[in-house]
């Protein structure tokens, strides 16, 4: 059986910032990515309600990297657990286990794609139409072509080819609209 997924919010880089919130079901596990900074918190929660998914009910929010603009709503969701590279966090337990090929369920995995971050990760999501990245390795469609505050330039280069040899059939990039991949995605 294949995830479903909505973006919650189409996130931007400007003078302001917002990150791109995504929602996937698979089954009974039902995920946010990136619950980051919105212009208002109905940016999330509205779209929730309208896909009847109350906040409680969201079982996982994976964090793709660890900066404010990525996480610091992360508190709407009281019973989920909380995904980073290195662990899951329920209420007072923290859970090691490496993201590499770590799975929430049979269509949700997740895989390390540093460069932003020495701690980026992706959320890959099997889909109906195809393999989804949930990522940071590009903020948008045009990338940026180098991203300028990158931890690490080589490993991001790293990250985006490994991202690219899976084939997905859509990216969600970490501040912007879902793209397709193309000769033209920066590398």
Sequence with gaps: MAAQWWVLNAGYVGERVASTVALLRDGDTIVVVDP???????RILGPLADL????????DVIFSHH??????NA?????????DHWAYYVDDQWVS?????????????????????????????DTADGLVAFTHVWWHADG???????????????????????????IVPGHGPAFTPDPTTPR
């Design 144 to 170: 940026p072509p180098e991203d300028p505050v990158a931890a690490d330039g080589v490993a991001l280069a790293a990250s985006r080819a490994r991202v690219l040899a899976l084939n997905p059939v859509l």
């Design 36 to 42: 980051g900074m919105v212009a208002d918190r109905q």
């Design 67 to 72: 900066h404010p603009d990525h996480t610091i």
């Design 75 to 83: 508190a709407l969701f009281r019973n989920a657990r909380y995904h």
């Design 97 to 125: 286990r490496d993201a590499e090929g770590y799975a929430l369920s049979d269509a949700i995995r997740l895989i390390r794609t540093p460069g932003h971050t020495a701690e980026d990760i992706t959320t890959l999501v």
């Design 52 to 59: 009847g998914v109350d906040p409680d009910d969201v079982t």
